[in-house]
């Protein structure tokens, strides 16, 4: 899997989704590889949209289409400033990657030096589901430079908050320490999603 993140400030909130919409309704149907998305705005109009295809290949692909290219430029018309583009090879799947039964997700962008420890951690979830069955799955996705994007699907944000006040035992907490040094966390209260 291959998954680019795409985040830039947008206060046009309605027009911005109605564009992904449109996307889905008139671009979407001709990119191949293409598999779904996770997209909301954070409290104070940030933009995140984390968008999966079956391969690098496929996205590059859609990126070069016609129709694609007339479309992002309308959607770039739309953000109140420059928007950053994150391409990810390195993708681990937890519990499935997540769910459009998600009613909050958050987003969380940081860097590691050791990414084989962080996917380690991720691909452990016996113990997690256990401490926070809240958590209906996430998808990781760490650059060449260990700069990571994590994606965490929630049943619901009052939940979420309960979780966070869990004591995990001391390695798993060295380990969330040891991710999470530094990073920065991005609540969408209200994502959406899109899949084929």
């Known amino acids: ?12 909130q309605d027009e911005l989704r109605a564009m992904a919409q449109r996307w889905v309704d008139e671009v979407g149907s001709g990119a191949s590889g293409w598999l779904g998305g996770t997209y909301g705005f954070t409290d104070d109009d940030m933009f995140i949209g984390v968008v999966r295809f079956e391969s690098r290949e496929t996205a590059m692909a859609n990126s070069n289409r016609p129709e694609q290219g007339a479309w992002a430029e309308q959607m770039m018309a ?3 400033g420059p928007v950053e ?28 030096d050791d990414p ?6 991720m691909a452990d979830t016996t113990l ?9 799955g996430a998808t990781l996705a760490i650059e060449p430079d260990g700069t990571f994007t994590e994606t965490v699907a929630f049943t619901d944000e009052e939940s979420a908050r309960r979780g966070e006040q869990v004591q995990p035992p001391a390695d798993v907490m060295a380990d969330l ?20």
């Open 177 to 196: 320490d040891y991710a999470m040094k530094d990073a920065t966390f991005y609540d969408l209260h209200h994502p959406w999603f899109q899949h084929r």
């Open 128 to 136: 997690l589901h256990e401490l926070r069955p809240d958590i209906l």
């Open 85 to 112: 583009y994150h391409d990810c090879d390195d993708v681990t799947l937890m519990m499935e990657g997540g769910s459009d039964q998600a009613g909050f997700v958050q987003v969380i962008r940081g860097k590691v």
């Open 78 to 80: 739309l953000m109140d």
């Open 116 to 121: 084989a420890r962080l996917k380690a951690m």
């Open 1 to 12: 899997m291959f998954i680019q993140i795409i985040q830039g400030k947008c206060r046009r």
